[in-house]
């Protein structure tokens, strides 16, 4: 069964832990094996590169790493960054922010 969170792919997100606190970034990838989330521009991490054909270059690459998806928290455009609720719209469940009550 997989795993579901209440983070998605594209939400932005504000780190609220670790060495990138207060950092925001848009989610691009969610692994749920690991719980982690991958925040563009945040957790940026040197990574030895092997040279793999004559015109692609080896050498050191800044990849940006996992990060554990509780160590993140959603940002409302109104209130920052807030936990996310729920509500039942017809037969459609909307995100919806825990603070102000605006869609997200």
Do not use: W
């Amino acid at each position: 069964m997989e795993k579901k969170f209440k983070i998605h792919k594209d939400d932005t997100v504000q780190v609220i832990a670790g060495k990138d606190k207060g950092k925001r970034g848009t989610v691009v990838r969610i692994l749920p094996k690991k719980d982690a989330v991958i925040v563009s521009g945040v957790n940026i991490v040197k990574k030895a590169m092997r040279k793999k054909s004559q015109q692609d270059q080896g050498g050191i690459a800044e990849i940006e790493a996992p990060l554990n998806i509780s160590n993140v928290a959603i940002v409302c455009k109104k209130c920052g960054p807030t936990k996310i609720g729920y509500k039942i719209d017809g037969d459609k469940k909307i995100r919806v922010c825990r603070k102000c009550g605006d869609v997200l």
